[in-house]
């Protein structure tokens, strides 16, 4: 099926997310996000996306667009596998707080190190949804879900400040509420030539609706801090939530630090050189 | 009994005494008469001290194995020397180090540590010795000498020049005899099993290797680093096992040939995405290294302990192509077969091999010609075909693939799917791609059924079954051990090839495995109702010497 003009399309998949769920926002930014690219001479055809396994993997069903739909966790394993393979497609995870920021956290720490050229949008609605409302990494201390009825004893960890202190270039937050301001920073995100993070404030009106805790506490950031301890402050706030692209640094990514100039993809050898390259080798070991 | 065709070599000491790099050397001399030779290494999970040791067996013949009935042993400390006193065979020649084991009745002293601290590297040094001792004690001239030391010892030519002639004059100065080794007529490479199977995956056209160190499978890893740019493949070592699977699986969508590797705790690790492979059929290699288990268990050793662990990867019901090589040439045809099968079939498959074949190395001679027209080929989608679907039904199960950047809509998914490949729970919908995966394994037998799934060695009675490395071991065995036998043994053993083997039912066989609960008998016994009557098994991590397991194998057919 050749891809649609409509991003996404209704009658090919049902549509199961509860009505007022924050993921519609994100789905609509993205789209939009798409859209944009375009406008500016991207074409779809050379973007993949991936999810992890929750009510925001639905995603993936949702969006007429190629790629891969991952399993709980590995997502941002997933995307990187397929820019190490073709570095010049865009790749696009998504993740929920579950996967990403606990089953999955250690490859975000790593594709922030290596500086992977991915962007990993995070529905951050601090519980399990598609398992029925358990706490997530990021639920607050003392939140109640059927594996936790007294209230979780854990302390939340704040994802962007471990993200930031690993290495990475682009860290960002985004509220559906927000429209226009969240597309244009998935935009920015993917524009952005290394790893980039969007988490978005997605509120869960099913089992954990902070609608309006977000709405009075979300301040759009002006500018990105200068440096990664000004945007720990920023994180440390306690008055506002400020969203926008909390810090921005150009490095380095890793397909060009590990296979400089070379897409495995377009730069194949054809058999004969294969060939010749093998028994080159096979002679030194004469 | 001693083979007296074949000369074996041996040198012992610590680890970091440069044992190995002298095995290494040593065959490579004999490579240098035309002589064939199979080495193995033993060395321990430790970076200093310990006990190491090199065997090297050599023949005018092909050698399948090393032997542990030892013509020359160099051993660089006492710990060495009383662990190999008992190798040495009848007419061999032991030699010492008289510093730290003090003057013996039974062999010849060498001051090593005195004529070693003289030089900047007192202990990496010592390895020096023992190609001097060989070059002195098979009569080689010190032009030879000089030669042989210049071409594998280059780092510090200077040093180990000075060192080897030293002790090349102190051995020559003590023997009356020297071991007179024929020349021969062959003329190959020496290569280990790891290099083989990397080596036969890179001409089968691999893209990329992922891998996170666990011996015995760390030397893949080491070996595509090392040769990024001779053969244009990226090596990607990240944080553990569960990327290097997902990552593979990832690589597949824009159509790279991806291969993996691990021992079993690192495949393991990998399970979930070899699951993930079989639902999104994602062709991928793995290969899996055994050492002895279970859990961490002897990293450095060898055992086939992990055959019913390979034949059951993945939770629920897919394809799974699990085949394992029976030397270290064959490594080579069948990861470079592999990968077209699993690119073929679009679903992940296993090399099965350990620690014996994956590090001893052997003279090999493979003729690249016989790869120049690969027998399974990849199904495409046309080009210009407008309504792509990924998992499009067909009626031999396999869906043609198409890789962005395109303008089709290419979605694969962990999910149970439709066509499109978008995500179902209608239950026609899942029978039918249940059933599509079927018929993939259904057809992938058809065209087993085209090639040689199993090799047989011999003609006559009794029949001997055996797989993996250890057809090594039993091939030596044989031939030193002058037996007549005929070897079965099954290449592929999922899906298990019974139709090569209907002969053999209800026949009683010799089973020889390196497993203590004779996992392999039990896969014939149920995959093609043969009777073992007798199942030799090793499973102290060490592989088979053909001396013992001829006479093994010798009580069993009585
Ligand atoms: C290995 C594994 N463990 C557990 C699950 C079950 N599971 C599915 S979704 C999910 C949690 C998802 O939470 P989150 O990432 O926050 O996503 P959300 O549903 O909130 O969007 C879990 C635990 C699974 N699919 N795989
Ligand atoms: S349970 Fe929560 S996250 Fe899931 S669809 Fe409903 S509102 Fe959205």
């Known amino acids: ?286 | 009994m001693k083979d007296e065709d074949v000369f074996t070599y041996l040198i012992g000491g610590k680890a970091g005494e440069g044992v190995k790099k002298a095995g290494t050397a040593a065959t490579r001399f004999f490579l240098d008469l035309g002589r064939e030779s199979f080495q193995m290494n033993d060395y321990q999970s430790l970076i200093r001290g310990g006990h190491n040791f090199s065997v090297v067996s050599t023949s005018t013949r092909e050698v399948y194995s090393h032997h542990m009935e030892v013509d020359l042993i160099v051993n660089l400390d006492e710990r060495s020397r009383d662990l190999h006193e008992e190798h040495l065979a009848k007419e061999g020649i032991m030699f010492y180090n008289s510093n730290d084991s003090g003057e013996r009745d039974q062999g010849l002293g060498l001051p090593l540590d005195e004529m070693a601290e003289e030089y900047s590297k007192p202990d990496l040094i010592k390895g020096v010795a023992g190609i001097a001792v060989l070059a002195a004690c098979t009569g080689m001239d010190k032009k030879g000498l000089e030669d042989m030391i210049k071409k594998e010892y280059s780092r510090g030519v200077e040093e180990n020049l000075s060192f080897a002639k030293e002790v090349y004059k102190k051995v020559g100065e003590n023997i009356d005899e020297t071991f007179d080794l024929k020349k021969g007529k062959t003329h190959s490479t020496v290569i280990t099993g790891n290099e083989s199977l990397s080596l036969g995956a890179a001409a089968g056209g691999l893209d990329i290797y992922i891998g996170y160190p666990m011996t015995p499978a760390s030397s893949i890893l080491h070996f595509f680093a090392t040769h990024r740019d001779d053969l244009n493949i990226m090596s990607i070592h990240p944080e553990n096992e569960i990327a290097v699977a997902n990552m593979a699986v990832g690589a597949t969508v824009p159509g790279a040939r991806v291969m993996v590797g691990s021992s079993g705790g690192g495949l393991a690790l990998m399970e979930e995405a070899i699951s993930l492979a079989g639902m999104t059929e994602s062709p991928i290699l793995f290969v899996l290294g055994s050492r002895p288990g279970p859990s961490t268990g002897v990293p450095t050793y060898t055992e086939q302990g992990d055959l019913h662990f390979a034949l059951n990867q993945g939770h629920g019901e897919f394809p799974l192509i699990v085949s394992s090589p029976g030397c270290i040439e064959e490594a080579f045809h069948l990861s470079n077969m592999m990968l077209d099968l699993v690119w073929k079939y679009q679903t992940p498959g296993i090399l099965l091999t350990e620690k014996h074949l994956c590090e001893s190395s052997m003279s090999v001679d493979i003729d690249m010609k016989k790869f120049e027209e690969g027998v399974f080929k990849t199904e495409k989608a046309d080009e210009d075909q407008d309504d792509y679907k990924r998992y499009e039904k067909t009626d031999h199960g396999i869906s043609p693939l198409k890789y962005p950047p395109s303008d089709d809509l290419i979605k694969w998914n962990s999910y149970e799917h439709d066509e499109m490949g978008y995500t179902t729970e209608d239950p026609d919908m899942i029978s039918e791609m249940h059933d599509k995966r079927r018929e993939k394994n259904e057809t992938l037998i058809l065209d087993l059924k085209n090639i040689n799934c199993v090799n047989e060695f011999g003609e006559s009675t009794p029949i001997i079954f055996t797989y993996g490395s250890t057809t090594m071991s039993v091939r030596e065995a044989l031939i030193s051990g002058d037996i007549d036998a005929k070897i079965v043994q099954p290449l592929f053993l999922n899906p298990f090839p019974f139709w090569e083997l209907e002969e053999y039912i209800h026949e009683e066989v010799i089973v020889v495995e390196q497993s203590s609960t004779g996992q392999f008998a039990s896969l014939l016994r149920e995959k093609c109702r043969v009777k073992p009557k007798e199942v030799i098994r090793r499973y102290d991590g060490r592989p088979f010497e053909p001396a013992r397991l001829a006479e093994k194998i010798e009580e069993a057919i009585i």
């Open chain 1, 1 to 286: 099926m050749k891809m649609d003009e409509e991003l996404s399309v209704e009658s090919d998949v049902e549509n199961t997310w509860c009505p007022g769920c924050g993921n519609f926002g994100i789905l609509n930014a993205v789209k939009k996000a798409v859209e944009r690219l375009e406008s500016e001479g991207f074409h779809r055809s050379h973007l993949l996306i991936s999810a992890g396994i929750g009510c925001h993997g639905k995603i993936f069903d949702y969006l007429n667009l190629s790629g891969l739909y991952s399993l709980h966790g590995r997502e941002t394993a997933t995307i990187q596998g397929m820019k190490f393979a073709n570095p010049s497609l865009k790749v696009i995870a998504f993740g929920g707080d579950g996967n990403a920021y606990g089953e999955g956290l250690a490859h975000l720490i790593f594709a922030a190190r290596r500086n992977s050229d991915i962007t990993l949008i995070v529905h951050n609605n601090g519980n399990y949804a598609l398992t029925t409302g358990q706490k997530s990494p990021t639920s607050i201390k003392g939140f109640k879900g059927p594996s936790t009825p007294d209230g979780s004893v854990e302390e939340p960890i704040d994802p962007l400040d471990v993200l930031l202190s690993s290495g990475a270039g682009f860290i960002s937050r985004g509220y559906p509420g927000k429209m226009a301001h969240l597309t244009e920073l998935i935009v920015e995100a993917v524009k952005h030539q290394g790893f980039s993070l969007v988490d978005v404030l997605q509120p869960c009106v099913t089992f954990n609706d902070t609608y309006e805790k977000y709405n009075e506490l979300v301040e759009v950031l002006e500018e990105p801090a200068e440096t990664r301890k000004e945007a720990v402050e920023l994180l440390e706030k306690e008055e506002s939530i400020p969203i926008g692209i909390l810090y921005k640094e150009k490095m380095p990514v890793f397909n060009e630090k590990i296979y400089p100039e070379k897409n495995p993809m377009e730069d194949r050898m054809d058999e004969k050189e294969r060939f010749e390259a093998v028994k080159k080798i096979l002679e030194e070991r004469r």
